[in-house]
C-alpha cells in the first residue's frame, strides 16, 4: 500500500523560535521573548530554565539585549526565509508548518487595527512558499501570545482573551484566505497543565488556585478553538482546520493490573484536549476527576453549545518519546523530555537530553489516535535533538540523525499499511533553531545547520547536513528509500 501519492512531506518550524527580529516592524513582546538562556543549569532538567515569576518577567522587559533571550534572535528566519524556503523546496519539500506570531499582527493583543507590516510580512513569506509549490499549514498559537495579556489578565485564566484571540485569527482568515488551507489552532494544546506560562500566559506566582486556573484556560481555549474553527470554515470554504496534541503515549510498567490502571489514567488525561475538539464535549472520566479535585469551570451552556457544533477536521499531533507509567513511583526511574518526566522505559535507550527513544510507539500512537478519532491524521512535530558537528570542511555526518528518522518512517508506514489515514509528516524540525525548553542552540533538529551557538555568536550560515540529502531522497521515493 504505502503512503498517499499526494503525502506532504514537509518540516514544522514556530515564529518565536526561528524568526528573531522581536522589535522589529512593530512587533510586540511575546511570552517567548522573556524566556532565558541560562547556561549552567542541567538540560535534563528543563523546569530550571522555564520556571517563570512575575519578578522575572519585569526584569527581562527591562533587557534589550538578545544574549540571554535566544528567541528574540531566533535564526534570524525573519530576514533569510527566502533562502531557507529555497533549501527546504532543494529537499523537496510539499509543505511547511510555521506559525504566525500573534504580536507582530496584534502586538499586545489589544490594539483596534492589526499591524500593517506584520500582515505585509506574511504575506510575501506564503506567496514564496507558492511559487516554490510548498503548501502552508499555520498554527495560530504555538508558545507565543502577546506578553502584554499575560501580565494584564493571566493570559488565558480570563475569559476576554477568547475574543482577542478570535479577532486575530479573524484578521489571519481575512488576510490569507487565498493563501492558506490549513489550520491548527493551539500547539500541543495538552502543555497548558505542563508549562502554563508558555502555553497559557499563566504566571504562577500569580495565582491562587493554579490548577483550577489552568483548567478554566484550557476551557477557555477550547472555546476559542471552536470558535475560530466556525470562522475559519466560513471565511475560507474549503478549509481545513486541526487540533494538535503531544502524544505521550503511556505503557504500563508491567502487567501488574495498577500499573495498567496507572497508565490507563495518564492516557485518558493526555487524550482529553483532543477528545473535546475532536468530539465536541467533555469526556465524563475527566468531568468527574475535575469533581474529586475540586475544580470548578467556569462554562456556559452558549460555551458548550460552540463545542458541539464546532469539531476539527483532522487530528494532529507532536511525537517524540513514548514514557512508562506504575500504580507506584517509587518502581520507576524517571527520564525527561523537553517538558515532560516521566518513567523511564528500560527496553529503550535515551538521548543526551533524556528522551527515550522508541519508534514502535509511533506505529502504536498512530493507531490509537486513528481508532479512537475516526479523523485524518497528521504528524506535525517528530525528530531528535542532538550535539552536530561542524568540520573544518563544513560537513555534519549526522548519521544518528538519519537513524531516527529511517526507523520511525518505518513504523509510520507499516501504521498507514495497517489502514490509517495519514495526509502527511512534517519534521521538527528541517532547519536547527532555538529550542522550545531550554532556549538552547545546541540541542540540534534540522536537516540544515545554523552557524550560531547558543549565546549567539557565530555567522549565521546554513550547511546541508548528511541527513539533508537523505531526507531529500526519501521525499522524492515518497518513503521507499530509506
Ligand atoms: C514541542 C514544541 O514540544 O517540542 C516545539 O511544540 C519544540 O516548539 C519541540 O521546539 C522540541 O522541544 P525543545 O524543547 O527541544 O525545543
Redesign the pocket.
Known sequence: MGLRKDFLWGG?I?A??VEGAWDTDGKGLSVADVATYKPNVDVKD?RKQVGVTMSGIEQAIQDTDTKYYPKRRGIDFYHRYPEDLELFHEMGFKTLRLSIAWTRIFPTGEESEPNQAGLDYYKAMFNKMHKLGIEPIVTLS??EMPLALATKYNGWEDRKVIDLFVRFCKTCFVAYKDDVKYWLTF??ID?VTRHPFTSAGIIPDQTDNLLQVEYQAFHHQFVASAMVTKACHEIIPGSQVGC?L?KLTDYPNSSDPRDVLASFNENTMNYFPADVQVFGEYPALVLNYFKKQKIHIDMTSADLDILKKNTVDFVTF?Y?MSLVSSYDENNLTLTT???IVGGKNPHLPVTE?G?TVDPVGLRISLLQLYDRYHKPLMIV?N?M?AKDELTADHQIHDDYRIKYFRTHFKEMIKAVDAGVDLLGYTS??PID??????S?MS?R?GFIYVDEDDLGNGSLKRYRKDSFAWYQKVIKTNGIDL
Do not use: D, F, I, R
Open positions: 514544522a514556530a518565536n523560535q528543563y504555538h508558545y500547539n500541543e502543555s494538535m503531544t507532536s517524540y523530555g523537553n517538558t537530553w528522551w512535530e525528530g535533538g521538527w524540525a533553531l532555538v529550542s522550545a525548553s531550554t538552547q540541542k533538529y
